[in-house]
């Protein structure tokens, strides 16, 4: 522990007599402006002079200030293997020139290294003399390191926005890994389990009719058997649907969109402007929104039409479903529209940081609004 203070006490001195002599340098640069301007003969050259230096410091003091950190964490990181993750970077268009001035980071940062150059000669001091104070360099030290996560590092409200950052990213990719899970369960199933369905129906089919003389227990056991074996088979067929539409991955999803309106047990007439496709978790998600929509539709809105409007404006897939029906859905109802009705919309669009919106006034029309983020 020991001569890990003294060599990041050495580091920590070089650095900060580094940093104290770039931005003392920009100061006195600035300040020497200034006084040419105050005692100087005046005239529109001095005006020039400096109005180009106090707009080169003020572009170049903030960049120091950024690079400077990133020395310093470096420094931190080598010596004594803490990792500190640098704040977020200012976005926008004014974001080079005043934004890392409205930044707090940058304050902090600045504040460091004032205070580097101090704690850099005294730990640089007493590095020299650790073999009578020790216990000084170590505390040092530390005092280094608490400074430097402190002022070099995110504040809290940075941390918390790049904590709710990669809360994001890891939902989004936990999105993505069930979405490619249920691809890959559709796949064995419609390959393996739907195969060995289909083959057995066949062959009972044949049986049914081969043994149509014989007597009535046995043609009615080939024939419950049978008709069994297609209930099965159509009741796999429906829930490998439900996991992932095939149709949706090999020919997407205007395909498997126009699957579901000739499916349904109402007319719908579907409307769908995408130029470009979103990600495969994302048409998946819209896919299954307007799945349940026209169930609930069917089961509930006693409608005689529907309207499928899928359109994507942007970053922004919007999906629209209207009916002729009675109206009055809502969240939270008790008449069975929710669960995996209304909610599970809801709960679908959200995984992918969507919203979905309900208008359905006493009477009708209903419409659902669903917004699916598609950047990807």
Not at 131 to 149: G, H, K, N, S, Y
Not at 204 to 209: A, F, H, V
Not at 249 to 273: E, F, H
């Amino acid at each position: 522990m020991t001569w890990r203070a003294i060599k990041n006490a050495l580091a920590g001195l070089l650095a900060g007599l580094a940093g104290g002599i770039l931005l003392g340098v920009l100061v006195a640069v600035w300040g020497a402006a200034i006084l040419s301007l105050v005692q100087g003969p005046g005239g529109w050259q001095h005006g020039a002079i400096y109005v180009t230096v106090s707009v080169l410091v003020f572009v170049l003091v903030p960049w120091v200030v950024q690079g400077l950190a990133m020395l310093q964490r470096s420094r931190i990181r080598a010596t004594l293997g803490t990792e500190i993750p640098a704040p977020a970077r200012t976005s926008g268009p004014a974001s080079w020139l005043v934004g890392p001035w409205l930044a707090a980071a940058t304050w902090r940062q600045l504040g460091y290294h004032v205070l580097a150059v101090v704690t850099g000669i005294g730990g640089a001091v007493l590095a020299v003399l650790f073999p009578v104070w020790p216990w000084l360099a170590r505390q040092m030290t530390r005092t280094d390191e608490r400074l430097a996560r402190a002022l070099l590092g995110p504040g809290s409200r940075e941390a918390l926005a790049l904590r709710v950052e990669s809360l994001a990213r890891s939902r989004a990719d936990l999105v993505d890994a069930a979405d490619a899970e249920r691809r890959r369960i559709e796949r064995d199933l419609h390959d393996g389990a739907q195969q060995r369905l289909v083959s057995l129906a066949m062959n009972l089919g044949m049986t049914r009719e081969r043994f149509e003389g014989e007597s009535e227990p046995v043609r009615q056991a080939i024939a419950a058997a049978h008709d069994e074996a297609v209930l099965a088979l159509t009741e796999l067929r429906q829930f490998i649907r439900g996991l992932h539409p095939a149709v949706l991955s090999d020919r997407g999803l205007v395909a498997a969109l126009s699957g579901l309106a000739a499916r349904a047990p109402l007319p719908v007439r579907l409307q769908v402007d995408v130029p470009r496709p979103a990600s495969a978790a994302v048409e998946a998600v819209a896919y299954f929104i307007v799945s349940e929509a026209l169930a609930n539709v069917a089961k509930h809105a006693q409608a005689t039409q529907a309207e499928v409007a899928v359109t994507r404006t942007g970053h922004t897939l919007r999906i629209a479903v209207t009916d002729d029906g009675r109206g009055g859905a809502a969240f939270g109802r008790s008449d069975g529209v929710d669960g995996t009705g209304l909610r599970g919309l809801a709960q679908r669009a959200a995984a992918v940081d969507g919203t979905l919106k309900i208008d359905s006034p006493r009477g009708g029309p209903t419409v659902i609004t669903a917004e699916l983020p598609c950047e990807s």
